[in-house]
């Protein structure tokens, strides 16, 4: 048994020494460790021959000789390799440059408002939301009277909205849809609106004159505020993660009773609070409540058998707290630079 | 509205920590923005929403903080009595001429007053809110402001000419200098006081100078009124003057507060200016008191809230607030009667929001709501499109921008847009806002032209939205994408780079009606403005046109600071979606084999390729799966004034293996077409 041991290794040594492509490396692993005929393979067939007390004792010394010959053959194939690489670089101009870039096929890259646009209505039709749009330019009845803001309230005056004359606007906001879609539409109604809107602000680094919101609106029997926090918070955690909180505040709009806004667990100090939160902890994202029943009689909805609740995000707020971006005017700049990160 | 700790303390004892009842003003609605520590006291800023006068106030606030808090009451004020006495005699009068304007307006007249500087006290109240201190005549009605929400002027009386006050509307040409040193135009649209002969204060917003309380006052004519909110806010805007009044007069003053706060005001003049109140006050008042009673059903709160409130918990909420609430008609409704100050409250509602608020939106039970299967598509046909169009210029390398939709009227003159249906605005801030577009083109020019000057030559740009159009007095908004191709086509080590072309852009367009099953679409030549001549074309389905594409001329680009050349088109997405192939029907995949055969023609230049295709194609039918134009030539091999077309057309019968005979016959039809209808040779 030694004898055989020490002749398998004396000719592996010597065959091992010769080899120089993978071909010959792969005869000689199959001469030595082949499954079926390998020399090492067939000393292990030959142990049951052996008594009880010889065979830990041979069983351990070819199995050492076996990690003897796999380990020297991956030290080989390591040889290889080194000496086709260096034969390559020898040849020089002759061989295949792997490394040279490649002929890449570009893929354009969305714009992040359109990202963000996609992400936040694919939430909502998730939720059971149909998406739906509506003009941008708008009646005064549409974007304010049927939506309970009367002639006295401070957005009408044309400081605020910018007007195309008399009675046509730029629309202030996304809510005008609501009522267009409520006036064809009977309840259940499950809709997410998202668009363009106008305010004449000085622009800056969080204004801009032209921005972008997602409206929001369910009408049902029976649909109540515990309703609409259900939804939202839902709609901040697959937006912001799952470990988001939500905080809902008594606010006033006009054409919701009870109003509220939401905020969130800031999203870079998880409410810790930091410079974006400034320092209490939660981001203001956006605004809801339940329809105003003036708004659901205006449209010809019975207030007492329906309910409702209707919300409005503006998609730049969202996209800048959500990419870390520091200024409004990027968006519209068009830089490729900028674009060119969100592809 | 900012509040100073000590001071509301005057009102409420407030027990809770500050962290604490920030909290808690924040969950029932007043938004504490910054808290500040002034020397030994603390100011924090609520955001007042526009709903809430009654909360620019300190008593207002205090309400809250008893409510949320659970303390029954606040402290009032001392004040002198608020019954008027008989007057024996009238010292001076008050004239309403516009009772719309002003339905309320209470004079009362305080003698013999020491006007100096204010108090210590009354000092660092007002200082603590950031405001100024002139004298102690001028600060009572400033701490009063702060204190009951009421702004109120106080006149130096004897400057008052013929000691009348007359509310009226100003006259064209008729000026005031105002207390702070401004001379200011009047007209017919501004509410003023006056006296027999000159206005004395701007109504609600600003007094006179003239008749400003000095240090040499002796009297005083103290004025608490209450102004109708439209006039004062068309005032204000109109003047271009904002005050701490007209910001209160503007969002409604509580009507009975104006004679509360006249005489807590008339007891400060009497306590710290010695003034002698003796005289009797006029009350003007055309206000009809009506008490708003609303029948509140608890089966309703629940209905909209998704939470039960006990009957007690509700009585006490409203009663916290100010509201009286009675037993109603039925088992589970009250009776509430509204507090003046509570002009937001007129439905049962704005009473749910009430006892939700105070409860906190934070104990109501988050829930799901049953979601009803619904057969209409989540997305309309159009918003489809879009998206669709989106994938697919994405996926040919091209970037997606977001543009302005206003413009000025000279960007799009610079691109030589139609000047005819533009959108104009009313009322731009500046130029870059004077009309909507008409054309995607001017804005996608601008991108072009900024990315060139940060040295990015390479540019595929595409933008999805509207262009706004005015016809007949009509506005028209229709969706557009456009597509911009600029530099190099393509750039790599190996085959180096080439310019884009027409035939680049023609190729994005082409792709795009493809995968929208577009196919009986007709090129043609048609000149546009902004385009090269000869290099501007349309494709019309129908005879409407879906895109238009081109290179943007010389004069155009320049406009733009742009040195490049630049291929521009403009596709309509409405067109694209109900032109879309909407089924598909499978044909069975071919299973004989096909023939391909090359011909290449010598034409004169002026034969375009499109008439060989033409030709090829209707010469040889069906039979001819594929025909492809694979090199166009000019040089030494032609005549000067020809080139050469090469073709490979694919031969394949869908239903036996085609014969040579049979190909070749087909193939030199295709071949004798070809030279004789395009005076051509063989090459």
């Excluded at chain 2, 008989?86 to 004079?107: E, H, L, Q, T, V």
């Amino acid at each position: 048994m030694n004898d055989k041991l020490k002749s398998i290794h004396a000719e592996f040594e010597q065959s091992i020494v010769s080899v120089s492509s993978n071909e010959d490396l792969e005869a000689v692993r199959i001469r030595f460790l082949g499954r079926k005929e390998g020399l090492v393979t067939n000393m292990f067939k030959d142990l049951g021959k052996l008594s009880v007390k010889e065979k830990p004792v041979y069983g351990q010394k070819i199995n050492d000789l076996k990690n003897l010959i796999t380990e020297k053959i991956a030290q080989k194939v390591k040889e290889i390799e080194q000496k086709s690489i260096e034969s390559l670089k020898s040849k020089g101009a002759d061989a295949f440059d792997l490394s040279l870039p490649a002929f890449k096929n570009e893929i354009g890259a969305m714009h992040p408002l359109s990202i963000v646009t996609d992400e936040i209505c694919t939430l909502f039709v998730e939720m059971g939301f149909m998406v739906v749009e509506g003009p941008e330019i708008e009646t005064e009845y549409y974007n304010f009277e049927v939506l309970n803001i009367p002639l006295e309230h401070p957005s009408r005056e044309s400081f605020d909205t910018f007007y195309l004359h008399k009675k046509s606007l730029l629309r202030s906001h996304t809510s005008p849809v609501q009522a267009r879609y409520m006036e064809k539409n009977k309840p259940p109604i499950q809709i997410i609106v998202p668009g363009k809107v106008y305010r004449p602000d000085a622009t800056d680094a969080t204004h801009s004159f032209m921005f972008h919101q997602i409206e929001g609106l369910l009408v049902d029997e029976g649909i109540t505020l515990a309703h609409l926090k259900g939804v939202l918070s839902v709609f901040a955690k697959k937006l912001f993660g799952v470990k988001t909180k939500t905080r809902f505040r008594p606010h006033f709009f006009p054409f919701t009773e009870p109003s509220a806004e939401m905020d969130v667990s800031c999203i870079i100090c998880s409410g810790k609070g930091c410079r974006v939160c400034g320092g209490n902890g939660w981001l203001e994202i956006l605004g809801s409540g339940m329809v105003h029943p003036k708004v659901l009689k205006a449209v010809n909805i019975d207030s007492s058998k329906y309910s409702g609740f209707a919300f409005g995000m503006g998609v730049e707020r969202i996209a800048m707290l959500k990419y870390g971006i520091d200024d409004i005017r990027l968006f519209f700049e068009n830089d490729m630079r900028f674009i060119k990160q969100f592809s | 509205m900012k509040i100073s700790l000590s001071w509301l303390k005057k009102y409420i004892n407030v027990s809770l920590p500050l962290q604490k009842l920030v909290e808690k003003l924040t969950s029932a609605g007043l938004e504490v923005s910054e808290i500040h520590k002034v020397g030994s006291d603390m100011v924090f800023d609520i955001e007042i929403t526009s709903n809430r006068p009654d909360w620019l106030s300190f008593l207002g606030i205090a309400r809250e903080v008893a409510a949320v808090s659970g303390i029954k009451s606040i402290n009032i004020p001392k004040t002198l009595p608020l019954k008027v006495k008989a007057s024996m005699k009238k010292p001076f009068s008050i004239d309403i001429k516009d009772i719309k304007a002003c339905p309320r307006y209470i004079g009362r007249l305080i003698t013999d007053v020491d006007i100096r500087e204010s108090v210590a006290w009354m000092k660092a109240a007002i200082e603590s809110l950031g405001a100024r201190t002139i004298n102690n005549g001028a600060d009572i009605t400033n701490y009063c402001l702060y204190e009951t929400g009421q702004p109120m002027h106080a006149f130096d009386f004897d400057k008052i000419k013929g000691s009348s006050i007359i509310v009226r509307r100003a006259q064209k040409g008729e000026t005031i200098v105002t207390i702070d040193g401004v001379k200011r135009d009047l007209d017919e649209s501004i509410l003023i006081i006056a006296d027999s002969v000159n206005p004395i204060a701007i109504a609600g917003i600003m007094g006179g100078i003239a008749t400003e309380v000095t240090e040499e006052t002796k009297n005083i004519l103290l004025e608490s009124a209450y102004f109708d909110p439209v006039t004062i806010r068309r005032a204000s805007r109109k003047l271009g003057v904002t005050s701490e009044s007209n910001y209160r007069f503007e969002r409604k003053v509580d009507s009975e507060n104006v004679l509360f706060a006249s005489c807590r005001a008339a007891y400060l003049y009497k306590e710290i200016c010695k003034g002698n109140t003796d005289e009797p006050f006029l009350d003007i008042n055309y206000i009809k008191s009506g008490t708003r009673i609303i029948a509140f059903n608890l089966e309703n709160l629940e209905r909209l809230i998704g939470m039960k409130f006990a009957v007690t918990r509700v009585k006490s909420i409203l009663q916290s607030l100010g509201f009286s609430v009675k037993p109603g008609k039925g088992k589970e409704t009250l009776s509430v009667t509204v507090p003046s100050f509570r002009y937001d409250v007129n439905i049962e509602e704005d009473l749910i929001e009430e006892v939700a608020r105070i409860e906190g939106f934070d104990k109501i039970q988050e829930a799901m709501p049953p979601i009803k299967a619904h057969i209409d598509s989540a997305y309309t046909d159009i918003y489809m499109s879009k998206s669709k169009m989106r994938r697919l210029l994405l996926a040919q390398g091209i970037n997606e921008i977001v543009t302005i939709t206003l413009m000025s009227t000279r960007s799009l003159d610079n691109a030589m847009i139609d000047p005819q249906n533009r959108v104009l605005v009313v009322n731009p801030l500046s130029a870059e806002q004077e009309a909507l577009r008409t054309s995607l083109l001017p804005s996608t020019l601008k991108v072009v032209n900024a990315n060139l000057n940060r040295k990015i030559k390479r540019m595929r740009v595409f933008e999805i939205g509207s262009i706004y159009e005015k016809v007949k007095s009509k506005f028209t908004q229709t969706e557009f994408a456009s597509v911009v191709l600029t530099g190099a086509s393509y750039q790599n080590w190996k085959d180096h780079s080439r310019q884009v072309t027409f035939y680049d852009l023609k190729g994005v367009v082409e792709s795009l009606l493809d995968s929208f099953g577009i196919s009986d679409y007709k090129f043609e030549n048609k000149k546009l403005d902004y385009f090269s001549p000869g290099l501007s074309s349309v494709i019309t389905v129908d005879g409407k046109v879906i895109v238009e594409l081109g290179k943007i001329n010389k004069k155009v680009c320049e406009n733009f600071d742009i040195a490049e050349e630049v291929f521009f088109a403009q596709l309509n997405i409405a067109a694209f979606c109900s032109n879309r192939k909407k089924q598909y029907r499978f044909t069975s995949v071919p299973k004989y084999p096909s023939v391909i055969r090359d011909i290449a023609l010598v034409v004169k230049k002026s034969i375009l390729g499109g008439e060989a295709m033409d030709i090829i194609r209707e010469t040889a039918g069906s039979l001819a799966i594929k025909t492809e134009l694979f090199d166009v030539y000019t040089g030494d091999q032609v005549p000067v004034d020809c080139k050469s077309l090469a073709f490979s057309i694919e031969y394949q019968s869908p239903d036996a293996t085609l014969t040579e005979e049979h190909v070749n016959s087909v193939h030199s039809k295709v071949q004798n077409e070809l030279l004789a209808r395009l005076n051509a040779s063989l090459r």
